[in-house]
């Protein structure tokens, strides 16, 4: 069965950094590209970045670029995103998803539960 | 960026009845298209992927139609369980985009 939990989310100022992490299980980790996608409070579905089963390929969206790194340790089948610089407008639910592909293809077959982001001073 | 819109943006039906909710490209994404549902406090689940194949273990009720701009999702005939949001997204191209949400209740 695959399962992805995510942990880090929390209350954090503007301006600071926060590391989220997706602990997965029940495949075959590095055969598979991850992405993670955000949700504010309220509001819709929102892509924020995604990476390759090898680790070697990483898109971000535009919102996210230069303040956000995205990265994954195979050996612990986890995936992980680095935010910094972060804005009131980045607080969200943080859901790591799975691709269906090895590269970031997009189609998001699995999802964890979320964890909650919360900038404000 | 490929802007995807939805229509009705929320919608109340009885229980029984089909229900149809359409997204639209803003440009040609081919059958690039993913259906998600979404229930309150719950993550998303994929339903359909490539515009209508539909997702190992998810109800025949549920489909989806289309290609090139314009997209169908249907339920056929509406179940109590159905009540959540359904998203639409394209992955024609990066970034990856969301309509902004169709929300299905009872009436």
């Known amino acids: 069965e695959v399962q992805l939990v995510e942990s880090g989310g929390g209350l954090v100022q503007p301006g600071g950094s926060l590391r989220l992490s997706c602990a997965a299980s029940g495949f075959t980790f590095s055969s598979y590209a991850m992405s993670w996608v955000r949700q504010a409070p309220g509001k819709g579905l929102d892509w924020v970045s995604g990476?390759?089963?090898?680790?070697?390929?990483?898109k971000y969206a535009d919102s996210v670029k230069g303040r956000f790194t995205i990265s994954r340790d195979n050996s612990k089948n986890t995936l992980y995103l680095q935010m910094n610089s972060l804005r009131a407008e980045d607080t969200a639910v943080y859901y790591c998803a799975k691709d269906n592909l090895i590269a970031v293809a997009g189609t998001l077959h699995y999802w964890g539960q979320g964890t909650l982001v919360t900038v404000s001073s | 960026d490929i802007q995807m819109t939805q229509s009705p943006s929320s919608l109340s039906a009885s229980v029984g009845d089909r229900v149809t909710i359409t997204c639209q490209a803003s440009q040609d994404i081919s059958n690039y298209l993913n259906w998600y549902q979404q229930k309150p406090g719950k993550a998303p689940k994929l339903l359909i992927s490539?515009?209508?194949n539909l997702e190992t273990g998810v109800p025949s009720r549920f489909s989806g139609s289309g290609s090139g701009t314009d997209f169908t999702f249907t339920i056929s005939s509406l179940q109590p369980e159905d009540i959540a949001t359904y998203y639409c997204?394209?992955?024609?191209?990066?970034?990856?985009?969301f309509g902004p949400g169709t929300k299905v209740d009872i009436k």
């Open positions: 490539d515009a209508s």
């Open positions: 997204q394209q992955y024609d191209n990066l970034p990856f985009t």
């Open positions: 990476i390759s089963g090898s680790g070697g390929s990483t």
